[in-house]
């Protein structure tokens, strides 16, 4: 039996996996939002839109560190594999196969709170809440962490951005 054609030359049978990667795409997209170019990216604008934004700079630096900071310590002291297992031969590369606590969670719930305190806009915090949601929401889809990895992620976020909003 022959299968229908959709427009532009996609058969039926191939729309689930046209889908799925389409789907996959928008997963891998919606999870750079806790990655480190991203980050290191907001750290360096909120520099060269000036002195205005040096304090917003300077917080975003110190959560950087402190969000990577507690998580490798954890790393250190506490491995967990990923969903996906990933082998490894380093250091660098076991703490990149560890997955307890999700980095990319604790990044996204630091920036939350303080994208939302810094502009104090009700959207902006709605926004952000979302968007940190469905990254910690992508880790688990891509099966990089389970749900205690990217919950206690959301909470080392947290944690840090009370540090460095109280301390720094």
């Excluded at 750079?32 to 975003?60: E, H, K, V």
């Excluded at 790393?75 to 490894?88: G, L």
Aim: proline share 2%; hydrophobic share 50%.
């Amino acid at each position: 039996m022959e299968e229908a054609k959709l427009s532009k030359g996609v058969k039926t049978g191939n729309i689930d996996q046209v889908y799925g990667r389409f789907s996959e795409n928008i997963v891998r997209d919606i999870t750079t939002f806790g990655g480190t170019p991203l980050f290191l990216g907001l750290i360096l604008f909120a520099y060269l839109l000036g002195s205005s934004y040096f304090d917003l700079g300077f917080d975003l630096l110190v959560g950087f560190i402190l969000t990577i900071g507690i998580c490798v310590v954890v790393r250190i002291f506490y491995f967990k594999n990923r969903p996906k297992k990933i082998n490894y031969s380093s250091f660098i590369g076991k703490m990149d196969a560890s997955s307890f606590p999700s980095v990319h969670s604790s990044r996204v719930f630091f920036l939350a709170p303080l994208f939302a305190s810094f502009f104090g806009i009700v959207s902006v915090w709605a926004m952000m809440y979302v968007l940190a949601v469905l990254v910690a929401w992508s880790r688990l889809e891509l099966k990089k962490h389970d749900l205690w990895d990217v919950g206690v992620g959301a909470i080392v976020g947290t944690v840090s951005w009370i540090l460095v909003v109280n301390f720094f």
